[in-house]
T-cell receptor
Framework: EDKVVQSPLSLVVHEGDTVTLNCSYEVTNFRSLLWYKQEKKAPTFLFMLTSSGIEKKSGRLSSILDKKELSSILNITATQTGDSAIYLC?????????????FGKGTHLIIQP | EPEVTQTPSHQVTQMGQEVILRCVPI?????FYWYRQILGQKVEFLVS????????KSEIFDDQFSVERPDGSNFTLKIRSTKLEDSAMYFC????????????FGPGTRLTVT
């Protein structure tokens, strides 16, 4: 059974801090690792990673995949209160039986002013 | 920017009743999905849909569930006889390519079964 594990499950930091969120995965016929931000309702797409060692960056957010370690990290620098959300990691496969993404429980990030 | 839309945002129903949740996927996307998230739990895959038929379904997607694309824009999830444990947030998603590619999620329908 496919599995995605995120850590920590919750994190409280002060505005301006840098945070690192972790994700490990076991996904059959692995194709991609996706990060989403979930605020009030819908998961909003952040990154999709398919190749090891290549950092994807968007503003203060960046993410990298390590296929050897079956893991990924999401970094947020100079955090702002608007970064407060649940960050979801999901594994995606390819081929039959792999249409659905397998999600982790998420990291609940709280940024205090 | 195109987005997935869902209606209603909140639906309250009595146990045993049928409900239909509606979604309008992003217009050039070919693959459609339903997920659910029970309060405090993970987002779970229910079903995928392509070319007017179910592509894959999870163990959760039993005979009480069905999906349909009744016209060129809507994608629906029907729950035939709701149970208390069907109370959850139901998300529709769509993607250009199948499976492990970017899937874009709608805002969800919160279903409360009483």
């Amino acid at each position: 059974e496919d599995k995605v594990v995120q850590s920590p499950l919750s994190l409280v930091v002060h505005e301006g801090d840098t945070v690192t969120l972790n994700c490990s995965y076991e996904v059959t016929n692995f194709r991609s690792l996706l990060w989403y931000k979930q605020e009030k309702k819908a998961p909003t797409f952040l990154f999709m990673l398919t190749s090891s060692g290549i950092e994807k960056k968007s503003g203060r957010l960046s993410s990298i995949l390590d296929k050897k370690e079956l893991s990924s990290i999401l970094n947020i620098t100079a955090t702002q209160t608007g970064d407060s959300a649940i960050y979801l990691c999901a594994g995606g496969g390819s081929g039959g039986g792999a249409d659905g993404l397998t999600f982790g429980k998420g990291t609940h990030l709280i940024i205090q002013p | 920017e195109p987005e997935v839309t869902q209606t209603p945002s909140h639906q309250v129903t009595q146990m045993g009743q049928e409900v239909i949740l509606r979604c309008v996927p992003i217009s050039n996307h070919l693959y459609f999905y339903w997920y659910r998230q029970i309060l405090g739990q993970k987002v779970e895959f229910l079903v995928s849909f392509y070319n007017n038929e179910i592509s894959e379904k999870s163990e959760i997607f039993d005979d009480q569930f069905s999906v349909e694309r009744p016209d060129g824009s809507n994608f629906t999830l029907k729950i035939r006889s709701t149970k208390l444990e069907d109370s959850a947030m139901y998300f529709c998603a769509s993607s250009v390519y199948r499976g492990g590619y970017e899937q874009y999620f709608g805002p969800g329908t919160r279903l409360t079964v009483t």
